[in-house]
């Protein structure tokens, strides 16, 4: 799964000159939170004295996003976009240098110092994104579920019928995306993992179908009340629609899912005969409370956390995840709070300030706790569906990938599909890798927008060449 972190770094541009205001010039500020930039644009209109702006994060998304309320006087600045929730509240340091606040946004409230730049910040560049024209055709299509409850917005890419030497159908994959809210092309920091992943196995013969999450883009449906069976259950869906084209196999039809997708795509697979393959990219392969425990530990330390604190951190947090994830005990909101609850009374005031553990982020995360698709998750164990798969599969992870841990996760595939008397799986543990399969330095996420790479070209590879094994294609 992967931790959607909104912000790194705060760039402020500041451009105004109303009576009464500081004076600066245009200018860029950068302050640091978490590992994705922001960036404030502000102009003035100076003949009404109101200046206006919006933020950008340009390692997430091209779009701008509105500040609905700006205001700058001579020793202060507070910036507020209700779109993401953000409120930016600060004062100008005396030398008109800094920046010195506090960013708030939902439950959280975090000190922010921004300082001021010589040079614009450059975007990220993202060079395998694919660009037109391509040499396979690529269709918008749009289809429903079989109660017509959900209507699904789709990319189907597949290679142009001329350049096929025969007529018989194509095969096909249907791309599954991670946890949360995703676009067909599994956009995050700006990268586009699902069209890169679609551009090459298309340019090698593949029908491949992208969709977009219920909820999101030109899909229809709640994303919030959804859960990971609720996700199997829009696959069924896609597999129906391609089983309709007569240029599509329906004996040769796959899945590929990513992350969370890993888990759906077995789960699809246990109950249509449709499903002809397997690819589960950074899959899970153990229970989804234990690896949301080993998620929170390791990156804990990963950011540096004291020993002291990841300990007493683990406490709780372990503490919270097993009553949330326990079938015989009430997991309301106030049984939560009273884990925590519990847990601060007994711990020393400087080991709760080595946590950096408040009230206000233990509220958030006991909510995140009760959401529909987490309670799913935590309960799951992938271990009886695993053990029913018995259809070619790839399971591949990196092994800097400390979202899904690699020798976890694939033991766990392992040791089900043998004792599912699977004949036809493979695993493999990709060095040098991340939750996103990009070459990565230190395998944490606040690399994900640094790294130009999307997706490993490595990985492509051993994918493309597995998939062309179980459907025959020998080019």
Known sequence: MITRFLFISLLVLLSFGAQGQTSLTPSQWQGQIGSVRLILVIDATVASHSPTGHFESPDQTEEHIPITDLRITADSLIATAPLIGGTFSSRFSPDQRSLVGVWQQGNASLPLTLRRLEKPVVKSKRPQTPVPPFPYRSDSVQYYNAD????????????NPSHQPTRVGLPAVILITGSGPQDRDETVFRHKPFAVIADHLTRHGFAVLRVDDRGVGQTTGS??????ADFANDVLASIAYLKT??????????????????LVAPLVAVRSSDVAYIVSLAGVGVKGSELLKKQIATSNRLEGMSPSAQVATAQVMNALIDRAADTALSTTRADLQAVYGHWKQTQPVDSLTSTGLTDQSAKAFISSLLSPWMQYFLR???????RKIRIPLLAMNGEKDYQVDATDNLSGFTTNLKKAGNKRYQIVSMPGLNHLFQTASTGGESEYAQLEETFSPRALTKMTEWLKEQVGIKR
């Not at 799951?380 to 695993?386: F, G, Q």
């Open 148 to 159: 017509k409850s959900i209507h699904f917005g789709a990319t189907l890419t597949y290679p």
């Open 245 to 262: 084209r007569s240029d599509i196999d329906a004996k040769k039809i796959g899945l590929i899912g990513h992350s969370d997708g890993g």
């Open 380 to 386: 799951y164990d992938p271990a009886p569906t695993l």
């Open 223 to 228: 994303f919030r009340q959804a859960t990971s």
